[in-house]
């Protein structure tokens, strides 16, 4: 089993930063790839990025490509998200997920991911 926390969100306002955690505990993450997910207030969950068990390949949804970047510290068995240029459509419940091991295909179907975090809410004022 694989316990997921995150933290580091917050309000701030439009044009400004963030970076968040997720700590994993109960086993090592070395080997799973991760990802983001995030769901705003009437909508679906989506996908936001992702990241495979080493860090080399990264994927990123279209709407936050070249502002959002994710990334791991496999010895703090830790992930990251910093966001910048944040923009007001970005608000929302930033989930942090870890997939199933022995995975072929990068990055993860959603299906794939077995183990989430209760989310961490992001507020981006205009």
């Known amino acids: 089993q694989v316990q997921l926390i995150e933290s580091g969100g917050g309000l701030v306002q439009a044009g400004g930063s963030l970076t968040l955690s997720c700590a994993a505990s109960?086993?090592?993450?070395?080997?799973?790839?991760m990802g983001w997910f995030r769901q705003a207030p009437g909508k679906e969950r989506e996908f936001v990025t992702a990241i495979n068990w080493d860090g080399s390949s990264t994927y990123y949804t279209g709407s936050v490509k070249g502002r959002f970047t994710i990334s791991r510290d496999n010895a703090k068995n830790t992930m990251y998200l910093q966001m910048n240029n944040l923009k007001p459509e970005d608000t929302a419940l930033y989930y942090c997920?870890?997939?199933?091991?022995?995975?072929?295909?990068?990055?993860?179907?959603?299906?794939?991911?077995?183990?989430w975090g209760q989310g961490t809410q992001v507020t981006v004022s205009s």
């Open positions: 997920a870890a997939a199933r091991v022995g995975l072929a295909g990068f990055p993860p179907l959603r299906e794939e991911y077995a183990y």
């Open positions: 109960g086993r090592t993450i070395s080997w799973i790839a």
